[in-house]
């Protein structure tokens, strides 16, 4: 299914946080989301899965304004993995993956021999069959993600959206996740920090800057030094990855785009460098 943003406002505690943003995510396609710290990308998606609610607007579903669906039926179509991640819960893994099963359920209704094996299949995905048995609250940050996203993929929603889902994961887990996404060939709606990545696994990307969608489209035309220097404040050259032909983004980690500190919010503040998330 076709997600569509359209002209979306969202504010809360009395400030603007999307203003004016549009966008697509294709059926079937990698949509990713970039850009700088605050610039708006997990509001925008918090939106999407419906957490907050636009203040204007519109989150289009196959044509369809996401409000007008009851929270059952908008939970069959858009499965997510907010950045806020439950780290609390007194169940099992296997009890956390199941519950993305909930929306299919009537109230106090068991699980079915379907449900146990979406579940099975879910935790093999992320490689997390071993530890059904586990208590959630036990597990490393890297793992709770992995059970997580297992829960998003028991749910069989039509759409992911998926806030910094490699976040804790080490450099195997990332491109194993990655890799696990492309070959789903979901519809995904997907924030990224790491731009590489983005420009490996995303079809499309919508760069957001201060609450608005300044670039659209693929990832080399997107990822340009312009725009690192414009958006990210930072010098960067684009090239060919020598393995995969994707584009790859060098960045120069010794300045950031001019010696004037442009685009970088602690440059008066040099002890501050670090302290922004």
């Given at each position: 299914?076709?997600?569509?943003?359209?002209?979306?406002?969202?504010?809360?505690?009395?400030?603007?946080?999307?203003?004016?943003?549009?966008?697509?995510?294709?059926?079937?396609?990698?949509?990713?989301?970039?850009?700088?710290?605050?610039?708006?990308?997990?509001?925008?998606?918090?939106?999407?899965?419906?957490?907050?609610?636009?203040?204007?607007?519109?989150?289009?579903?196959?044509?369809?304004?996401?409000?007008?669906?009851?929270?059952?039926r908008s939970a069959r179509h858009v499965a997510a993995l907010p950045q806020e991640r439950g780290s609390d819960f007194e169940l099992t893994v296997r009890e956390v993956v199941a519950m993305g099963r909930t929306p299919y359920k009537r109230a106090f209704a068991g699980e079915d021999a379907a449900d146990r094996d979406t579940v099975a299949r879910a935790l093999a995905d992320v490689g997390m069959d071993t530890h059904a048995e586990r208590r959630f609250t036990d597990l490393s940050g890297g793992e709770r993600q992995r059970v997580l996203l297992a829960r998003a993929f028991a749910?069989?929603?039509?759409?992911?959206?998926?806030?910094?889902?490699?976040?804790?994961?080490?450099?195997?887990?990332?491109?194993?996740?990655?890799?696990?996404?492309?070959?789903?060939?979901?519809?995904?709606?997907?924030?990224?920090?790491?731009?590489?990545?983005?420009?490996?696994?995303?079809?499309?990307?919508?760069?957001?800057?201060?609450?608005?969608?300044?670039?659209?489209?693929?990832?080399?035309?997107?990822?340009?030094?312009?725009?690192?220097?414009?958006?990210?404040?930072?010098?960067?050259?684009?090239?060919?990855?020598?393995?995969?032909?994707?584009?790859?983004?060098?960045?120069?980690?010794?300045?950031?785009?001019?010696?004037?500190?442009?685009?970088?919010?602690?440059?008066?503040?040099?002890?501050?460098?670090?302290?922004?998330?």
């Amino acid at each position: 299914m076709r997600i569509a943003i359209e002209d979306l406002h969202v504010a809360y505690a009395g400030r603007t946080v999307v203003a004016g943003a549009r966008l697509i995510a294709a059926e079937g396609e990698i949509t990713g989301l970039v850009g700088p710290n605050g610039s708006g990308k997990s509001t925008l998606l918090r939106t999407v899965y419906r957490h907050l609610k636009p203040t204007a607007g519109r989150v289009l579903l196959a044509g369809t304004d996401l409000r007008e669906l009851s929270a059952a039926r908008s939970a069959r179509h858009v499965a997510a993995l907010p950045q806020e991640r439950g780290s609390d819960f007194e169940l099992t893994v296997r009890e956390v993956v199941a519950m993305g099963r909930t929306p299919y359920k009537r109230a106090f209704a068991g699980e079915d021999a379907a449900d146990r094996d979406t579940v099975a299949r879910a935790l093999a995905d992320v490689g997390m069959d071993t530890h059904a048995e586990r208590r959630f609250t036990d597990l490393s940050g890297g793992e709770r993600q992995r059970v997580l996203l297992a829960r998003a993929f028991a749910q069989e929603a039509d759409v992911l959206v998926l806030d910094e889902p490699t976040n804790h994961l080490d450099i195997r887990h990332q491109v194993e996740l990655l890799a696990l996404l492309r070959g789903r060939r979901r519809t995904t709606l997907v924030s990224l920090h790491d731009l590489n990545a983005a420009a490996s696994v995303c079809d499309r990307l919508h760069v957001l800057h201060a609450g608005s969608v300044v670039a659209s489209g693929p990832p080399r035309e997107v990822l340009t030094p312009a725009l690192m220097a414009e958006v990210f404040g930072v010098r960067a050259a684009v090239a060919d990855h020598p393995l995969t032909g994707d584009p790859l983004i060098a960045v120069d980690h010794r300045a950031p785009a001019d010696e004037t500190g442009r685009g970088r919010p602690w440059a008066a503040h040099p002890g501050r460098c670090g302290a922004e998330g």
